[in-house]
Nanobody, 118 residues
């Protein structure tokens, strides 16, 4: 599975951005697609995930109510709509893929930088 993330940029606090992650290769309806982020000097952290088939979603507490993960099966693309952005959301965002049976994400996109100015 190959992943291509895009959509990052510079935005003011309170603004919005939408990240996209296009997937190619073998995927299954039971696969998980996730978004992670890594801020300068910090470890990478989980942001959100979605199951291809049923669309069940999961979020870290700090983004609940502000971020929405979704997928377009026809386009094999996962999105992360980010609203009410805060300076602490500044990070490189990565999309990732894992099998339903696997506890770890094995495939990663190249990352896209999101900078939120105060």
């Amino acid at each position: 599975v190959q992943l291509q993330a895009s959509g990052g940029g510079l935005v003011q606090a309170g603004g919005s951005l939408r990240l996209s992650c296009a997937a190619s290769g073998r995927t299954s309806n039971t696969d998980f697609m996730g978004w992670f982020r890594q801020a300068p000097g910090k470890e990478r952290e989980f942001v959100a995930s979605i199951i291809w088939s049923g669309g069940r979603t999961y979020y870290t507490n700090s983004v609940k109510g502000r971020f929405t993960i979704s997928r377009d099966i026809a386009k094999n693309t996962v999105y992360l709509q980010m609203n009410s952005l805060k300076p602490e959301d500044t990070a490189v965002y990565y999309c990732a893929h894992r099998l339903y049976s696997d506890s770890q994400y094995r495939h990663w996109g190249q990352g896209t930088l999101v900078t939120v100015s105060s």
